[in-house]
């Protein structure tokens, strides 16, 4: 299917081909009929997209701190990096889009929707979309699509209005009559309001006036302020809704000037906010931003999970303000007719966007028209099995050879599930560099799987994760998706006699760990049965699963352990993490979906310490720091051999205090490594120091490693006991510390 994405780094407008995306869990499959292009949003996008750098900057100064912090943690050129990928992932345009339901995932209590309802949402421009249930709302019959495509926008400017608390008969004033302020304006009438619309274009206050507004038109010199005075008897503005999208401070400059004493004022819009003390003290005047839709708005509870707020406490959440707007539209109070300019067919979308780009004519309402049955609807019909959607049941595999045993020659063919961030800035760039044929790339999201396969040379790209397994000349599978989906997929791919790397953790509970075992063990003896009837040259005997643990591959570290094999007497270790701060509502934090941070990064440095021991982990000990996350813990580990090790993993520190530390102390030696980017030696004969151009922690080391043992039938650079081993301690350790 066809969908329009931005690239932020040229600010180039495509249509792109993507892949249909699938039906999850309290998601809904939508076959678009028709989206509204948000004129004053999408407009922002498209200039940022088209700034150079510099501007880019200017207009962002938290990124840029945020960018010199990390230049001082981790150096100049990862943060290049982590910037250039930033930019470099397309962003999906639009958010007001109707369709028809051809698909619904599962949901817990039934569902208000069915196939062939016609529905609005905040999808975006593309032929499919896969939408939050509580991000989507019926269509009343007599609603047009075109007309229902203004419901999100219109959805905006009620929220702001209803935040202000308009009563009968008061005057409000709306400051910017694009899109949003039109639909204020006969929100606002409709609520028995007396209404002045302000803008600089004089055409859009005469469409103003048609909905029943007063007017100012800033570029025929009319000032605002004297005319609001006027408006309101001398008695000011009760309310002022800001509909404006400028860098220019006049807005909430003048909304304090025209407004009464304790007048309160909304912004929906984006202005500057250097606000004067002065404007709000002598009035004691209100403000307030108005959040998108409504309450409900990026709160993954309420639009992921689909766990709506109850209707006697929070009488208005986004859906609700949905079928409020599409009411008013089915009673005829919002006519939103006079507000499409132009429409295009979706084929042609990219002429829409250089209408606004070019500025060359006015516009307002743009809609793209959608054919009645696109490209990939079919498929979405079908549907089609995703990350994240995994069902509980018994997994099937179809009977086949074991995928490493399909063919005579040494490869490595890789499926990758999941391409996220971490696969797009870290493990995809090392991967590509090595001897792998990158063959396919699934992801829930279809514009992170089509942008994967572009950027990094895949055959294909999909939505469906069976496509996968069925491959026989896939033999390798990466799964880098959310850690409660992880030793589901290492089971299945172990079951198809696929290898597995999979990003840490391995899984998030002991129940997990040893079904994974178990199967394992099970497919090595099956495996060994089938190689011994036939064997194949030069090829491993049972598919390699190894764990992400990257750091063990790094420069230093193996420097490290090479300046300590001559030491055979215990060692003390000491892992300092600055891991920063992760908010509680964050994936990583549920223990359901991510397992907490224990589980899902600290493995990470348990596995690290147990490799420079080089002995197995006989004791273990967590103390934890009594906060909302738990996650600022220490950690002490004691070695068969009589090493001791301790691991200190702080979320409570500084970002500008470097992340990692390492320090070892063993034979009247010393070794400390600072953030993977300076090793220095105490004590060491022939070594005091090596340094790095720029930070390296193993991933590229990693990856060669893992794909090399593929390819030449070695075994696994990571033995599977110590992989066992450190997880078993970790989903210890957390569930100790609980």
Not at 255 to 279: F, H, N, P, W, Y
Not at 471 to 496: C, S
Not at 517 to 536: F, G, L, M, Y
Not at 559 to 576: D, F, H, Q, R, V
């Amino acid at each position: 299917m066809k969908q329009i994405l931005q690239n932020l780094k040229t600010g180039k407008t495509e249509l792109v081909e993507v892949p249909v995306p699938g039906a999850k869990s309290g998601h809904i499959v939508i076959l678009t009929r028709a989206s509204l292009i948000s004129a004053g949003t999408e407009r922002m996008l498209l200039e940022f997209g088209k700034a150079n750098l510099l501007d880019k900057a200017r207009q962002q100064p938290e990124k840029v701190k945020q960018a010199l912090e990390k230049i001082k943690t981790d150096g100049l050129m990862p943060t290049i990096d982590a910037v250039r990928n930033k930019l470099d992932q397309p962003i999906p345009l639009g958010y007001s889009n109707v369709g028809t339901i051809v698909r619904e995932g599962d949901s817990e209590g039934g569902s208000r929707f069915q196939e062939g309802d016609r529905v609005v949402s905040n999808g975006p421009h593309a032929e499919v979309v896969c939408v939050p249930r509580n991000l989507c709302a019926k269509i009343p019959d007599g609603v047009s699509d075109e007309d229902a495509a203004f419901t999100v926008v219109g959805a905006i400017g009620l929220q702001g209005i209803r935040l202000a608390q308009p009563t009968l008969g008061e005057s409000f004033a709306v400051i910017g009559l694009g899109l949003i302020g039109q639909i204020a304006v006969q929100i606002l009438v409709a609520n028995g309001c007396r209404v002045l619309g302000i803008d600089i274009d004089s055409a859009r206050c005469e469409l103003a006036k048609q909905f029943g507004a007063e007017t100012v038109a800033i570029s025929k010199g009319e000032d605002p302020i004297e005319s609001a005075m006027s408006f309101s008897h001398g008695n000011g503005i009760d309310g002022v809704i800001i509909t404006a999208a400028t860098k220019s401070n006049e807005p909430i400059h003048q909304a304090a000037q025209m407004c009464r004493k304790r007048g309160r004022i909304v912004l929906v819009g984006v202005t500057g906010l250097e606000l004067s003390r002065a404007d709000f003290y002598e009035k004691e005047l209100s403000f307030q931003v108005s959040c998108s839709y409504g309450p409900g708005r990026y709160d993954p509870e309420y639009e992921e999970k689909g766990h709506d707020y109850p209707l006697g406490y929070v009488r208005w959440t986004e859906q609700r303000n949905f079928e409020a707007v599409l009411d008013l539209m089915a009673t005829g109070k919002l006519d939103v007719k006079p507000l499409i300019t132009h429409r295009f067919p979706f084929e042609e979308a990219t002429k829409a966007y250089d209408l606004i780009s070019e500025n060359r004519e006015p516009y307002l309402g743009i809609i793209l028209k959608y054919k009645a049955e696109s490209e990939g609807s079919e498929r979405a019909r079908e549907g089609e099995s995703i990350r994240g959607t995994l069902s509980k049941k018994t997994i099937s595999i179809k009977e086949s050879p074991p995928a490493h045993l399909t063919t005579s020659l040494p490869h490595c063919s890789v499926g990758l599930i999941g391409a996220g961030n971490h696969s797009l800035s870290t493990l995809l760039p090392a991967l590509s560099r090595t001897t792998a044929k990158l063959a396919t790339v699934v992801d829930i999201n279809p514009v992170a799987a089509a942008h994967a396969s572009r950027k990094f040379g895949f055959e294909q790209s999909t939505t469906d994760i069976e496509e996968i397994f069925r491959d026989p000349d896939i033999n390798t599978v990466f799964i880098t998706t959310r850690h409660n989906t992880h030793a589901e997929l290492v089971i299945k791919a172990l079951k198809a006699g696929k290898h597995v790397f999979v990003e840490k953790p391995l899984c998030i509970s002991s129940d997990e760990l040893s079904e994974i075992v178990s199967v394992r063990d099970s497919e090595i003896e099956k495996t060994a049965n089938e190689v011994s009837t036939s064997p194949p040259p030069s090829l491993p005997t049972s598919p390699i699963l190894m764990l992400g643990y990257n750091r063990r591959f790094a420069p230093h570290i193996m420097k490290i352990k090479e300046l300590l094999n001559p030491i055979k007497e215990p060692k003390s270790m000491i892992m300092t993490v600055n891991a920063g701060m992760i908010p509680s509502d964050h994936w990583t934090q549920d223990p359901v979906v991510g397992g907490g941070r224990i589980i899902g990064e600290v493995c990470h440095f348990i596995d690290l310490l147990r490799f420079l021991a080089g002995s197995e982990i006989g004791s273990s000990e967590i103390v934890r720091l009594e906060n909302k996350t738990g996650d600022t813990v220490t950690i002490q580990l004691g070695f068969r051999d009589g090493s001791i090790g301790t691991i200190h993993y702080f979320a409570n520190g500084s970002k500008r205090f470097p992340k990692e530390r390492l320090e070892i102390f063993a034979g009247q030696k010393v070794l400390q490594l600072d953030n993977f980017k300076t090793l220095k030696g105490y004590g060491c004969k022939g070594f005091s120091r090596m340094k790095l151009w720029r930070q390296d922690k193993g991933h590229a080391a990693e990856m060669r490693a893992f794909v090399d043992a593929v390819r030449d039938g070695k075994p696994s650079p990571i033995p599977f006991e110590e992989i066992v081993e450190v997880m078993r301690i970790t989903l210890e350790l957390s569930e100790r510390g609980r």
